[in-house]
């Protein structure tokens, strides 16, 4: 079987399997539409209490590529937090990029790792230093008349390639040429310069004259009594291609991290479970019942966010344990911007997802504080929103 051919195989093979994944995000977001309670947004009454700067409301479409989308808001609004006038960055060029360096290490480990459409928070950084990075306008990834992203037939694609190569005996020096090849057959090829308010820039000369942050001023934290506190650890998930590291912070310093940041003027980018019935996409609420699900009657499930709820309290155990059994799963990445207190004083996160305006808030979700210590993977922040004594426990 001559190259080609081999490629055309693998390609076919991984048709099925891909496509599941990338319809994933689809399917996840169906399912959370139909947790909804007609009455839930005049059950809430929010005020307002924090609210930083952050850009539109954007939609991901059919790809899996909300960590790209939620990290580059994060970066938009780091750029208003600077000073600087915030510019639209194309999320998908992020993704290219990272798919090509995913498929590097895939192949380096012979297979032996996680393929798909999903990253992590920091790979926006990553892509950031390498690759630099474009406006919106410039890169969209779409096709004539294409009006939203869908990566359906190019995922299972740029999967059967790797696959190949990887069981190959002796890979060639050319198939990266392959592999960006099918990308710019279905997202367009990405211009060496353009122009920008006057001014032409390469992805670099962009990256660090117009939006110019520097991607070390950047950590990653998270929060798992298996791992020694306040040091560096491993994040084991399939989505942490590139085994980056994490702080390892208590329960509690999760949400005390969050809200230290917001008041100084930070947002956050969030990476959570979004696959609990308590989490709706549709209300716009995410909380954790203080009775479980599976207890509650007909009546109480149908009831859930009609209005502010009691709320269990999480032990490290708890989390721990739903990690540990996939309770708590990888779903998603989006971006905290601010705080909100309900009718009875309870305070709970503004959310800015990447699903369009389809829901009550209009892109925006209320998380309270012990979803957030519940069901985080991880979060990413600028290490100057630490607290002083955050900084020092944390050896930064």
């Known amino acids: ?28 977001i169906n399912a959370l539409k139909h947790n909804v309670s007609d009455n839930s947004k005049e059950g809430f009454r929010f005020t307002e209490v924090i609210n930083l700067g952050n850009t539109s409301i954007k939609n991901q479409g059919s790809s899996g590529t909300c960590w790209s989308y939620s990290g580059n808001s994060f970066l938009e609004s780091e750029m208003i937090r600077m000073g600087k006038q915030p510019v639209e960055i ?3 060029y992020t993704a290219r990029n990272t798919y090509i360096e995913k498929a590097k290490n895939f192949v380096r480990l012979h297979g032996e790792q996680a393929q798909g459409d999903g990253g992590q928070l920091h ?57 960006t090849a099918a990308m710019d057959a ?3 090829e990405v211009p060496e310069s353009f122009p920008y308010e006057g001014k032409t820039y390469t992805p670099r000369t962009f990256a660090d004259e117009v ?10 934290i998270s929060s798992f009594e298996e791992h020694p506190y306040y040091k560096p650890f491993v994040l084991l998930i399939p989505d942490n291609w590139s085994f980056e590291s994490f702080y390892n912070v208590q329960i ?9 940041a917001l008041q100084n003027g930070y947002t956050i980018a969030w990476a959570t479970d979004v696959s609990e019935k308590s989490f709706s996409w549709k209300n716009g609420v995410a ?12 009546e109480e499930i149908e009831t859930m966010f009609n209005g502010p709820k009691p709320e269990a309290t999480i032990t490290p155990a708890q989390r721990q344990e739903a990690f540990d059994n996939y309770t708590t799963t990888d779903d998603h990445g989006m971006h905290i911007v601010g705080t909100v207190k309900d009718q009875n004083g309870k305070e709970y996160y503004i959310v800015k997802n990447s699903w369009g ?3 009550d808030y209009k892109g925006y979700m209320y998380a309270t504080k012990e979803y957030v210590r519940y069901k985080t993977i991880s979060i990413l922040l600028h290490k100057k929103a630490l607290s002083k004594n955050m900084q020092s426990q944390l050896g930064i």
Do not use: C
Not at 11 to 27: R, Y
């Open 1 to 28: 079987m001559n190259w080609n051919k081999s490629l055309l195989l693998a390609a076919a093979l991984f048709t099925f399997s891909a496509s599941v994944h990338v319809n994933a995000q689809d399917n996840l």
């Open 123 to 179: 790979d926006v950084l990553t892509i950031f230093r390498k690759y630099g990075a474009v406006p919106q306008a410039v890169y969209t990834g779409l096709q004539e008349g294409q009006k939203r992203n869908n990566f359906g037939e190019m995922s299972p694609i740029l999967q059967g390639i790797t696959a190949s190569i990887a069981k190959s005996k002796k890979p060639s020096t050319t198939w990266i040429t392959a592999f």
């Open 252 to 260: 509690n310093d999760l949400t005390d991290i969050i809200d230290k």
């Open 357 to 359: 305006e389809s829901n």
């Open 90 to 92: 194309s999320p998908i």
């Open 211 to 220: 939006i110019g942050i520097n991607p070390d001023d950047y950590i990653g």
């Open 287 to 298: 909380y954790v019942p203080k009775k479980p699900i599976e207890q509650m009657s007909a």
């Open 186 to 188: 279905y997202l367009g």
